[in-house]
């Protein structure tokens, strides 16, 4: 098997095993979660226009919307930029907080960030953050380690400009 077989082989491994982890610890955590990330107190929502549409129940044209957001007359957590939109410091509409779960989990309007937060397998790494109180570092690497077998160890590194941002890669060689 080439290099790049095998890059791409751990990368799957790696991504399978991220979205275990989040279903076994990370989702059944949320309904008690002290800070759920639902509430964008210190996380951002990127969305696409469908989205938007959707989840704040708009029935107006993107156009429109546009026009309105520009004017400060648009919904004010959100904000558009590169032909998207940002939604921050209010909860997003599909969280319901009298039972702490999604509206739309398992849905097309769901986020992509929202599906892959904490936990997501990118560029062959795993990336784990932090700031999800679910998320157990010792437990998520342990998890990885057996994903991807003896043959391999997972070596962890901080982002020294957001600390809570953990990459989990895979080197050759086991423990010992």
Same mark, same amino acid.
């Given at each position: 098997?080439? %290099?790049?077989?095998?890059?791409?082989?751990?990368?799957?491994?790696?991504?399978?095993? %991220? %979205?275990?982890? /989040?279903?076994?610890?990370?989702?059944?955590?949320?309904? /008690?979660?002290?800070?759920?990330?639902?509430?964008?107190?210190?996380?951002?929502?990127?969305?696409?226009?469908? /989205?938007?549409?959707?989840?704040?129940?708009?029935? +107006?044209?993107?156009?429109?919307?546009?026009?309105?957001?520009?004017?400060?007359?648009?919904?004010?957590?959100?904000?558009?930029?590169?032909?998207?939109?940002?939604?921050?410091?209010?909860?997003?509409? %599909?969280?319901?907080?009298?039972?702490?779960?999604?509206?739309?989990?398992? /849905? +097309?309007?769901?986020? +992509?960030?929202?599906?892959?937060?904490?936990?997501?397998?990118?560029?062959?790494?795993?990336?784990?953050?932090?700031?999800?109180?679910?998320?157990?570092?010792?437990?998520?690497?342990?998890?990885?380690?057996?994903?991807?077998?003896?043959?391999?160890?997972?070596?962890?590194?901080?982002?020294?400009?957001?600390?809570?941002?953990?990459?989990?890669?895979?080197?050759?060689?086991?423990?010992?």
């Amino acid at each position: 098997m080439s %290099a790049r077989d095998t890059r791409r082989r751990l990368a799957t491994e790696l991504a399978a095993a %991220a %979205a275990a982890y /989040q279903v076994a610890a990370v989702i059944p955590h949320c309904a /008690q979660c002290a800070k759920p990330c639902c509430r964008l107190d210190v996380l951002v929502l990127e969305l696409e226009w469908k /989205q938007v549409k959707v989840l704040w129940k708009l029935g +107006e044209s993107r156009p429109a919307f546009d026009r309105r957001l520009a004017a400060g007359q648009g919904p004010e957590e959100i904000r558009a930029g590169n032909g998207l939109y940002y939604a921050h410091s209010k909860p997003c509409p %599909a969280y319901d907080q009298s039972c702490g779960a999604c509206r739309v989990y398992g /849905q +097309e309007a769901k986020p +992509e960030g929202c599906t892959d937060f904490p936990v997501y397998e990118d560029g062959g790494a795993v990336i784990a953050d932090l700031r999800c109180e679910a998320v157990n570092l010792d437990a998520l690497t342990a998890w990885l380690a057996r994903a991807v077998g003896p043959s391999w160890r997972i070596v962890s590194s901080a982002d020294p400009e957001f600390p809570f941002l953990v990459t989990l890669e895979v080197k050759r060689g086991g423990k010992g």
